[in-house]
């Protein structure tokens, strides 16, 4: 009788770990209104009346947004940092 191999369905350690935080990001994360891309660190996301649309579906809109961010890193505001000595 030949042997069966186990067959691995979600692929190496590396891949499995990315897809579970991807999932865990998934209900925290906003996306664009337009494409429901989560934006990258560095592109700048335009507001309209709080639904957030990004750099490539801001062409698309007639109106113009109340307000635009630039997005950064979970760590922006959390490194440390040298302070002038008093």
Request: glycine letters at 6%.
């Amino acid at each position: 009788m030949p042997q069966l191999s186990v067959l691995k369905p979600f692929g190496p350690p590396e891949l499995s770990f990315v897809r579970s935080s991807m999932r865990a990001l998934k209900g925290t994360a906003e996306g664009c209104e337009g494409c429901h891309r989560t934006p990258l660190m560095g592109e700048t996301v335009y507001f309209y009346a709080e639904r957030m649309v990004c750099e490539l579906c801001r062409p698309l809109r007639d109106d113009t947004p109340t307000r635009s961010e630039v997005v950064h890193s979970a760590e922006h505001e959390l490194t440390v940092r040298r302070r002038i000595a008093a």
